[in-house]
Nanobody, 122 residues
Framework: QVQLVESGGGLVQPGGSLRLSCAASGSIFSIYAMGWYRQAPGKQRELVAAITSGGSTNYADSVKGRFTISRDNAKSSVYLQMNSLKPEDTAVYYC????????????????WGQGTLVTVSS
């Protein structure tokens, strides 16, 4: 069974920074894409940033220039460096992994983490 565990959320003042981490556990052989989504109260879950195993990235327009996604394939981990945070970045951030293959050859189409709360407030 593949699981994703996030860490790094918390309370930060506007203009501050946070770094989110997500590690996949299990007998993983490969993960095609990993990313971060967020869901603010009363809103739909939205893509924040994603990265493929080859390093191609995709960002929501609202975070371009402020957030940076990276991954460590050897550790099956993905990170989100968030700078210049704004109150509107307040949300639960979810780690996502797609097209996962374990060492037994089993494929998982998509796995979600449980989420970590980021609150940007003075």
């Amino acid at each position: 069974q593949v699981q994703l565990v996030e860490s790094g959320g918390g309370l930060v003042q506007p203009g501050g920074s946070l770094r989110l981490s997500c590690a996949a556990s299990g007998s993983i052989f490969s993960i095609y894409a990993m990313g971060w989504y967020r869901q603010a109260p009363g809103k739909q879950r939205e893509l924040v940033a994603a990265i493929t195993s080859g390093g191609s990235t995709n960002y929501a327009d609202s975070v371009k220039g402020r957030f940076t996604i990276s991954r460590d394939n050897a550790k099956s981990s993905v990170y989100l460096q968030m700078n210049s945070l704004k109150p509107e970045d307040t949300a639960v951030y979810y780690c996502n992994a797609r097209n996962i293959r374990d060492i037994g050859g089993y494929r998982y189409l998509e796995v979600w983490g449980q989420g970590t709360l980021v609150t940007v407030s003075s």
